[in-house]
């Protein structure tokens, strides 16, 4: 059982940058996969990034690769993601999720999930 805990939303202008943090518990986070989605009013959720268990494979959805950078510190039972360059269309709340058979880029790869955090940019 892992347990998520997202921080770091807020409201920011455009062009500006917020870095959200994913706080794991359980002594198994190291062994999993983690990933970011977001959910924008009205629309479904869709994935944003995610990272293997070891940090050294990454992938990124085409609307934030190059903006949008995911790490994890698995002494710290934390994954982050680093948020560049915003703009409106990144308005969403934004879920950290952890998954114990790899990970992928759609929610149903994913068996825990947080609660989420509000990111809001303004124009």
């Known amino acids: 059982q892992v347990q998520l805990v997202e921080s770091g939303g807020g409201l920011v202008q455009a062009g500006g940058s917020l870095r959200l943090s994913c706080a794991a518990s359980g002594r198994s986070f190291r062994t999993y996969a983690m990933g970011w989605f977001r959910q924008a009013p009205g629309k479904e959720r869709e994935f944003v990034a995610a990272i293997d268990w070891s940090g050294r494979s990454t992938y990124y959805a085409d609307s934030v690769k190059g903006r949008f950078t995911i790490s994890r510190d698995n002494a710290k039972y934390t994954v982050y993601l680093q948020m560049n360059t915003l703009t409106p269309e990144d308005t969403a709340r934004y879920y950290c999720?952890?998954?114990?058979?790899?990970?992928?880029?759609?929610?149903?790869?994913?068996?825990?999930w947080g609660q989420g955090t509000q990111v809001t940019v303004s124009s």
């Open positions: 999720a952890a998954s114990h058979t790899g990970g992928g880029l759609g929610a149903p790869d994913y068996d825990y």
